[in-house]
């Protein structure tokens, strides 16, 4: 009977956030139209991703962005689809793309309470070759009654009311926390819908994976450099962890919080803040750390505590299960 139940209990992400947002009695479905806005840019990605060989979609766009990267034809798209999915919603007021240089700020007639920081297409260097990429976002509450303005966006990470990520691979699985924990989501493409298929995902409190670019080690400060060294020589006498880096971060991070284990993006002397940016790629993802029992350091302080003075700002990370981040955390600690 249960198997049957569970089959036709459709436990689609619509109506989980609904149920959710019962604790919210104020809350007049806002959340759910914009998140249902979000859903719709996720599902063509997906799609998008899926046949992107077949429908010229690989290759490069011929523009740069305001990192200084090429933007690949799959950069834009996904871009152009989630702004205008956003602005549709009427639920929104501010939006910052890693692919735009300024903000978008919402048309009077069309505007809501929350501003939207969103990665369109993270891991593009690997659409081109199939392997695994992905969609980042965080959302914050923005106060209605005044002019929004650029300061409403710059807010720390703990100010953030929810954060997810898609990831397009083998399964198209939307990640999502409103602050009660993390649920995770599959795509069914034969119902258009996203079933829960992870419910209330915890990350062990210790792993045995640890993920950084090995490439960029001669460039690592010392805590950095001694922690690897931990990883691979360990003095306890325990085994080495296996490295595992996939070089897109939101297969990084999924990978890190089913499985445990330790996510690095560190300060390098070619970049003293890093590669990863703070709104769109290390808030969301330390945001959904913490919601899971594992947590986000910046080499400095907790992750969600910086406070980012430009959209596009930079910062080392180090995320992933409790006890491994402690460790760094030490290591930094003792260095100071
Ligand atoms: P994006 O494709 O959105 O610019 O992000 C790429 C990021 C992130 O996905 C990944 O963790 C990191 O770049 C990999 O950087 P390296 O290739 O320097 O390791
Ligand atoms: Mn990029
Ligand atoms: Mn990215
Ligand atoms: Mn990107």
């Not at 990429?133 to 106060?143: A, D, Q």
């Not at 989501?185 to 119902?191: M, Q, Y």
């Not at 350091?297 to 180090?318: C, M, N, W, Y």
Request: proline fraction near 5%; include cysteine.
């Amino acid at each position: 009977h249960t198997a049957d139940a569970q089959r036709t209990d459709l436990m689609t992400i619509t109506r989980f956030v609904l149920t959710q947002q019962s604790n919210h009695p104020e809350s007049r479905g806002d959340f759910s139209i914009l998140l249902s806005h979000i859903v719709l840019g996720c599902k063509f990605v997906c799609s998008a991703v899926s046949k992107a060989g077949l429908a010229k979609l690989i290759g490069l766009a011929g523009e740069t962005n305001v990192q200084g990267e090429e933007q690949k034809k799959l950069d834009v798209l996904s871009n152009d689809v989630f702004i205008k999915a956003l602005v549709s919603s009427g639920r929104t007021c501010i939006l910052v793309s890693e692919e735009d240089e300024e903000a978008t700020f919402v048309e009077p007639s069309k505007r809501g309470k929350y501003c939207v920081v969103f990665d369109p297409l993270d891991g593009s260097s690997n659409i081109d070759c199939g392997v695994s990429i992905g969609t980042i976002f965080g959302i914050y509450l923005v106060e209605e009654d005044q002019e929004p303005t650029i300061e409403d966006v710059l807010q720390p990470g703990k100010h953030m009311l929810a954060a997810g990520y898609c990831m397009y691979g083998s399964s198209c699985t939307l990640v999502l926390s409103t602050g009660t924990g993390v649920n995770g989501f599959t795509l069914d493409p034969s119902l258009g819908e996203f079933i829960l298929t992870h419910p209330d995902i915890k990350i062990p409190k210790k792993g045995k994976i640890y993920s950084v670019n090995e490439g960029n080690a001669k460039n690592w400060d010392g805590p950095t450099t001694k922690y690897v060294e931990k990883c691979k020589f360990p003095k306890d006498g325990s085994s080495p962890k296996s490295l595992r880096y996939i070089g897109s971060m939101v297969a990084d991070v999924h990978r890190t919080l089913l499985y445990g284990g330790i996510f690095l993006y560190p300060a390098d002397k070619k970049s003293p803040n890093g590669k990863l940016r703070v709104l769109y790629e290390v808030f969301p993802m330390s945001f959904l750390m913490e919601q899971a029992g594992g947590q986000a350091f910046t080499g400095k302080q907790r992750a969600l505590d910086l406070v980012p003075k430009k959209l596009h700002e930079r910062s080392p990370i180090f995320l992933g299960s409790y006890d491994d981040v402690e460790e760094i955390k030490a290591l930094y600690a003792s260095e100071e």
